[in-house]
């Protein structure tokens, strides 16, 4: 067991419906220990600036049911310097703060990671993004939140797409990630799915699209593509498979996917996992992740994110596969 007077907080990276909670779990259960929680203004841009400000448990009500991040989020390139890491850390020594819980991205606890090995203060790292690409940890905070944003946009989509016997190109989020792509394409019965993890072949698209047309299968479909980090993919895939002779229509569903209340299962998996940093913490933990594996909060060392890359489940690619026409 460790005791501590004073810990910090901060969200970083991309935000995601369920930070919220998240932070309302560590000050509220670090409150209940008589420990002082501090929030930090736009992730790791506030720690190098010392925007860091007590919170109070009023404070964090009312956000339980609200998108985004009250603390507000930031990407910040200065932090990948670990001369700056050193300033940021004195921000946080010269008030008296004994370690720092990040909520945040894949890129937020490899950031951390490296500020625990260099400076010696203890960090816990809680997952969140919608793109749930990080190692060791079947699940990440806004990740169910922006599968059921997509469909609900999906299915309209599809009444329209069937209504004019259309094909739709919809592009969800995932730089280099189709997690999100592949389980809202499965809920989304899409008749494609185009993930950054594996090549695009428009032979083989252009090929399916046919042969669904010549069999009677439909004259109308969703293919949900991931948007991979070349930008503008969808709309050279449309202008491909024009070139082939289809008439594709395509749908950027963008940041929307970022927005909105966080569902029922992210507020308590963000409440859970807020609270569970705070008790490792106490347990004496550090360098670490609390995550999900088959239902069961786990740590994981932040190093292993740093080292390994999650896959796509090849069980979940089976079935999406299968239940293409
Ligand atoms: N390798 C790294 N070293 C230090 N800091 C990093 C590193 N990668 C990311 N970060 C910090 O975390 C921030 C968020 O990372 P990013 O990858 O953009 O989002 P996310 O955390 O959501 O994956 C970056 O802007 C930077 O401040
Ligand atoms: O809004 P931004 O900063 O352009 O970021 C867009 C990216 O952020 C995400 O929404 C979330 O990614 P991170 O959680 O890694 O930040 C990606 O799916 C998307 O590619
Ligand atoms: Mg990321």
């Known amino acids: 067991m460790r005791s501590y007077k004073s810990i910090a907080v901060l969200t970083s990276g991309g935000d995601s419906p369920g930070m919220n909670p998240a932070i309302r779990g560590v000050v509220r259960t670090a409150l209940h220990h008589g420990i002082k929680v501090y929030g930090v203004q736009r992730g790791y841009s506030g720690l190098i600036n010392g925007d860091i400000h007590l919170l109070s448990s009023k404070g964090v009500s009312n956000i339980v049911q609200k998108g985004g991040t009250f603390l507000k989020s930031a990407r910040c390139s200065e932090f990948h310097q670990a001369n700056i890491r050193a300033i940021a850390a004195n921000h946080l020594r010269k008030l008296g703060i004994e370690a720092l819980i990040v909520i945040g991205g894949d890129g937020s606890l490899t950031g951390a990671h490296l500020f625990e090995e260099e400076t010696g203060l203890p960090v816990i790292g809680i997952p969140g993004t919608i793109d749930n690409d ?16 997509a469909l609900g946009a999906i299915d309209k989509i599809r009444d329209t797409a069937d209504s004019h016997e259309r094909y739709f190109l919809v592009e969800v989020m995932g730089r280099s990630s189709g997690f999100l792509a592949i389980h809202v394409g499965i809920a989304a019965g899409a008749e494609m799915i185009v993930v950054p993890e594996f090549a695009v072949d428009i032979e083989a698209i252009s090929l399916q699209l046919a042969t669904s047309k010549r069999k009677g299968l439909g004259s109308s479909g969703i293919i949900v593509v991931a948007e991979g980090n070349s930008p503008g993919l969808t709309n050279r895939l449309a202008e491909q498979l024009t070139h082939h002779g289809h008439t594709p ?5 963008g940041h929307i996917q970022r927005g909105g209340h966080p569902s029922g299962h992210d507020r308590v998996l963000a409440s859970c ?4 940093a705070l008790e ?22 932040l190093d292993n994110l740093t080292r390994y890359r999650k896959g796509l489940d090849p069980e ?5 596969l299968q239940l293409h026409k």
């Open 134 to 149: 990080i190692f060791g940890t079947d699940d990440t905070i806004g990740f169910d939140t922006a599968v059921n944003t």
């Open 249 to 253: 229509y395509v749908s950027i569903l």
């Open 273 to 276: 996992l807020g609270a569970k």
């Open 280 to 301: 490792y913490l106490l347990a004496g933990y550090s360098d670490m992740m609390v995550g999900i594996n088959q239902g069961q909060v786990v740590n994981v060392p």
């Open 316 to 320: 979940l690619l089976k079935i999406a």
